[in-house]
């Protein structure tokens, strides 16, 4: 419990970093790197990109029941850039991330939920679209049991020098419990990236398999409908974080 304590406290750090992440735009140094190492260096920073959409996949495994509705922000940030991610590496980047907005809505009688997210800064821009699906639900009788559920993502991103997309597919489980709720999880991640608007390197491409990414967190409901979490996640091997906030109606 203190090591879930210690990972909301930074959830509320990872937060008010994001503002200096933006302005310093981690990627800004990508059509440079290229043009110095070749298109040999994009598929380590493919897998990096990757890992940090698919790490705001989920802070729970309670889908919503119908009508419900969640607005918030998710934050995943990675510790430092893979040890083959050049792209990142060279250009001297530490810790890194990306924010996304996420607005989720359940859905009548099938009792699946619809996400829409997305993001916009430093001539980056990314829209996905998500659905989730519960395999098991606690209840007022059943309320110690875990809540389990399957997702899906798919997001398309659009950067100055790259544009691709992003395919996700995970399994969360948490517990519905008083103001504190443990959730942890296992995602796959599918990323393609094409390069454009550097010079003898438009239109080459990496693509990477199915990646896997793990997630252990902790979710607090310090006020009725609101919400804060933070967690450890393992991004395609490599150290990160994931934080955010919100409200569930």
Excluded: W
Aim: overall charge positive; aromatic content about 12%.
């Amino acid at each position: 419990m203190k090591n879930m304590l210690k990972i909301a406290l930074f959830s509320l750090l990872a937060l008010g970093v994001f503002n200096g992440m933006a302005n310093a735009d981690p990627f800004s140094d990508f059509k440079k790197q290229v043009q110095l190492q070749g298109s040999s260096v994009l598929k380590p920073f493919v897998e990096d990109f990757g890992g940090l959409l698919g790490g705001a996949d989920f802070n729970s495994g309670r889908a919503l029941s119908f009508p419900g509705f969640d607005a918030g922000i998710a934050v995943t940030l990675q510790s430092k850039p893979d040890a083959k991610d050049l792209i990142l590496k060279n250009a001297k980047v530490k810790l890194f991330g990306l924010p996304l907005v996420q607005v989720s809505a359940a859905l009548p009688a099938i009792g699946a939920n619809v996400t829409l997210r997305g993001v916009g800064y430093s001539d980056l821009s990314i829209m996905g679209v998500g659905a989730r699906y519960p395999l098991l639900k606690s209840g007022t009788l059943t309320k110690f049991i875990p809540d389990v559920s399957v997702s899906a993502f798919y997001d398309t991103i659009s950067y100055k020098y790259f544009k691709g997309s992003h395919i996700s597919v995970d399994v969360s489980a948490s517990l519905n419990i008083p103001i504190i709720k443990p959730f942890a999880g296992i995602g796959l991640d599918r990323t393609n990236l094409e390069i454009k608007g550097v010079t003898g390197f438009n239109g080459v491409s990496a693509k990477t398999s199915f990646l896997p990414r793990y997630t252990l967190g902790v979710k607090f409901s310090p006020l009725p409908l609101l919400y804060v979490y933070g967690a450890y996640c393992s991004l395609h091997g490599n150290t990160g974080y994931q934080a955010g906030l919100g409200a569930r109606f």
